[in-house]
């Protein structure tokens, strides 16, 4: 079957980092995408992935291994705005995506 | 650029009412296009795919004669979703994409109360 594994909550401080991991399973893989969902709103693209290794993008830093099959996401010097759900999503062989349940990410002051 | 509207933005009807919810593609040619659900504190939960001209294909588990989807042209879906009831309330969220890109454009969602 296909599968994909975040946390569920996380908790971090302003200012501070913090990394939000990402493990999956799915039948082809045609590349890794990390969205941002406020409470009441549509997902917002953050990222995507195809090939192994980081790519960085201002604050929000997102890493890809397909050997084994994980990926996270970084996030610097963080704001009580970037306080919301993160989903990881894997586009599979017909490059539909599987979504994970998403971490709510609480930024504390 | 790759802009995706949704009409309307919430709506509340009556039990056993239909109700219609338009997905637009403003600025690009939307080949194939989504339409989510998701319920308070849960993931999004793909209900059916559709590409231009022909019909949609339906997650298990979702009736195709209550979520009728119509994509009749390359910038705009439909989800009419019929005879609704309590249980059908939800944010109904669509996403586009263009035959040249992986990623698929969100559009800002609809939420749905059924009374």
């Known amino acids: 079957g296909q599968n994909i594994d975040q946390p569920t909550e996380m908790t971090a401080t302003e200012g501070a980092i913090v990394q939000i991991n990402c493990t999956y399973q799915?039948?082809?893989?045609?590349?890794l995408f990390w969205y941002q969902q406020h409470a009441g709103e549509a997902p917002t693209f953050l990222s995507y992935?195809?090939l192994d290794g980081l790519e960085e993008k201002g604050r929000f830093s997102s890493f890809l291994s397909r050997s084994k099959g994980y990926s996270y996401l970084l996030l610097k010097e963080l704001q009580m705005k970037d306080s919301a759900s993160y989903l990881c999503?894997?586009?599979?062989?017909?490059?539909?995506?599987?979504w994970g349940a998403g971490t709510k990410l609480i930024i504390k002051p | 650029g790759a802009v995706v509207s949704q009409h309307p933005s919430w709506v509340i009807c009556k039990s056993g009412t239909s109700v219609k919810i338009e997905c637009r593609s403003l600025?690009?040619?939307?080949?194939?296009m989504f339409w989510y659900r998701q319920f308070p504190k849960q993931s999004l939960m793909l209900m059916a795919t559709?590409?231009?001209?022909?019909?949609?294909?339906?997650e298990q588990g979702v009736e195709k004669d209550k979520f009728l989807i119509n994509h009749a042209s390359l910038t705009l879906s439909t989800l009419t979703v019929t005879s609704a009831h309590p249980e059908d309330s939800s944010f109904y969220i669509c996403?586009?994409?263009?035959?040249?890109?992986?990623?698929?454009?969100f559009g800002p969602g609809t939420r749905l109360t059924v009374t």
């Open positions: 996403s586009a994409r263009d035959g040249s890109d992986y990623e698929q454009y």
């Open positions: 999503a894997v586009a599979d062989s017909n490059y539909q995506l599987i």
């Open positions: 992935n195809v």
């Open positions: 799915t039948s082809g893989f045609n590349g």
């Open positions: 559709s590409n231009e001209g022909s019909k949609a294909t339906y």
């Open positions: 600025d690009f040619q939307a080949t194939t």
